[in-house]
């Protein structure tokens, strides 16, 4: 009962001496916000003038704009066009798949209701897409991206996004011109709607700089306003990582991952804008902090010092830390005074009011982590309903949200309602991340046991193999897209502000990305540490 567990030293952090001492230059700064506030008042023309048509070239020009990273100076001109396009999208049957697609996909990541019925003219009497369409690449490309805004029941976009899939992977063995192979790769890769959006601004811009067709205006737009965002993170980063140095976590908690860079660059998918700053290392320090909870009960606490630890994180009190041994003293420090922060933070943005909910929550994220240990010590693996709702505490949603009310702009007490009120895209967005992770880090963390996974609570009461459960739970996180996907629809006629709900189906998109591949916090060198250097460290030649 009382064992230590053997503590697992983790890499060191990587990135430090890249970035802690970067230093801003504001005439480099300045001359790129010059250059975007020029060409933004070009690209605001382009806007106008394809307002006033509408047709597909409009629809293309908002997807790019879109793509580029660049619709965050133009909310207003392309919600108004939406408006229009969805007015009449449902009843244009003239369109081809690549436009109807476009157009779906289009609204429906804007939360507008579209009826998937307008691909029906691209099928037979079977239900089955035209064999015409097989090597229509753009086409295909089309419809495979907005087979991914699906929501459930929609068995035309189940069937489209198999033949999509199967077409596209039977055109990488083909002659396809390089641009077109680049998009297909990419695509069948990461689909646009479920990747990081900083992350798929970055690879298209690559993308549309090979592309025949593109517009140097919007390239050249898209660069500048790259590398001006890069210089942007590169400064918070640089921040954040001396404000962690005074922490000395390396050398007084060295179970604990160290991992600032890599959960910035997961914290770049909640808000990539420039006006978000506040978001982003919010988020940053509340998930350090959890992954310093999260190591102190899984690498390094016996069950007494848990229950410990737990009883005095309960009682949030300074007070009573001379009854932990050092390396738990040092953990509840830590936690203090990022809380601090908090609350220094909420002080100045008048959201006081809003710091309780998130002391409850890391209250709460703590007693699981205690309870998973508990049942890791006695051996035993819970069943599914039990380890499921402790598991979606684990999963740092509600901390994370709880902690990122007092930076949200207008705060009200409505909002605050609604984020407790455990509304389902909140719980799916926290069940989606549970199953990411779980997925990636399973093998790990069963074969070490020092932790327990969904896929071991299926093996044991479901009498499956590792390969029959992993199947499932991978069918199980393409349903939870797709209830994201409509919780996110039906969000919009919510009340709930549009930059909340946002911000739970970006967290998803983030842990997508983060776990792709593997466990990608704990293991960061082969798969993140590319896409980390791609976003983070190299600047787009102009």
């Not at 890499?11 to 802690?20: G, K, R, V, Y």
């Not at 001492?21 to 382009?46: P, W």
């Not at 293309?60 to 660049?70: M, Q």
């Not at 606490?301 to 300074?318: C, G, H, P, Q, Y």
Request: hydrophobic share 40%; glycine share 4%; proline share 3%.
């Amino acid at each position: 009962m009382n064992s230590r567990p053997l503590v697992d030293i983790y890499s060191h952090n990587m990135w430090t001496h890249i970035f802690s001492t970067f230093s801003l230059d504001n005439q480099e700064q300045n001359n790129y916000a010059q250059g975007i506030e020029e060409m933004k008042k070009k690209v605001k023309i382009m806007l106008g003038a394809a307002s006033s048509t509408l047709d597909k070239n409009s629809i293309i020009l908002i997807d790019t704009i879109e793509r580029l990273g660049l619709a965050y100076h133009f909310e207003t001109e392309i919600e108004e066009m939406l408006q229009q396009i969805h007015n009449f999208h449902a009843n244009n049957r003239d369109d081809d798949l690549f436009t109807v697609a476009l157009g779906f996909r289009m609204l429906r990541q804007h939360q507008y209701h579209v009826s998937s019925s307008v691909f029906e003219k691209f099928t037979d009497k079977d239900k089955k897409f035209l064999k015409s369409l097989s090597n229509d690449v753009e086409g295909l490309l089309s419809l495979y991206e907005a087979a991914n805004v699906q929501i459930s029941g929609e068995e035309i976009l189940d069937e489209g996004l198999v033949f999509a899939v199967n077409n596209l992977k039977r055109m990488l063995h083909e002659e396809l011109e390089s641009s077109a192979l680049h998009k297909v790769n990419q695509a069948l890769e990461q689909p646009l709607h479920k990747g990081m959006p900083v992350l798929q601004s970055r690879r298209y811009i690559s993308i549309y700089q090979k592309d025949h067709k593109r517009d140097e205006l919007l390239l050249t737009f898209a660069k500048f306003n790259f590398n001006y965002l890069q210089n942007l993170y590169k400064n918070e980063l640089s921040q954040l990582l001396r404000w962690w140095k005074d922490f000395e976590v390396e050398s007084k908690l060295p179970f604990v991952r160290d991992r600032v860079t890599e959960i910035y660059f997961w914290s770049m998918a909640f808000r990539f804008e420039p006006q978000y700053s506040i978001v982003r290392l919010a988020i940053t320090k509340c998930m350090q902090m959890m992954t310093i909870m999260d190591d102190t009960y899984d690498n390094y606490a016996t069950v007494k010092e848990a229950n410990l630890f737990t009883r005095i994180l309960e009682r949030w009190d300074m007070d009573e830390i001379d009854q932990l041994p050092d390396c738990l003293k040092v953990s509840y420090q830590i936690i203090m005074r990022i809380n601090q922060d908090f609350e220094r933070e909420a002080v100045e943005n008048g959201t006081s009011f809003a710091l309780p909910y998130f002391k409850d929550k890391v209250i709460q994220f703590g007693r699981a982590y205690n309870q998973e240990l508990k049942w890791l010590t006695e051996k035993r693996i819970p069943s599914y309903e039990d380890y499921l709702p402790n598991s979606v505490t684990t999963s740092g949603t509600h901390v994370i949200f709880t902690a990122l009310l007092p930076s949200m702009e207008s705060l009200t007490k409505e909002t605050i309602d609604w984020v407790l009120s455990d509304p389902k895209i909140l719980v799916s967005t926290a069940k989606m991340v549970r199953l990411l992770n779980d997925l990636a880090s399973h093998e790990r963390e069963s074969k070490g046991g020092d932790a327990i996974t969904l896929v071991d609570c299926r093996m044991k009461y479901q009498g499956l193999s590792k390969e029959e459960i992993l199947s499932k739970l991978s069918k199980e996180v393409e349903d939870g897209w797709k209830d994201l996907n409509n919780e996110w629809v039906l969000a919009r006629t919510s009340g709930v502000p549009k930059n909340v709900v946002e911000q739970l189906l970006n967290f998803t998109r983030g842990t997508q990305v983060i776990y792709k591949k593997n466990d990608g916090i704990t293991y960061p060198q082969e798969f993140l540490a590319p896409l980390i250097i791609t976003l983070l460290r190299d600047p787009i030649h102009i």
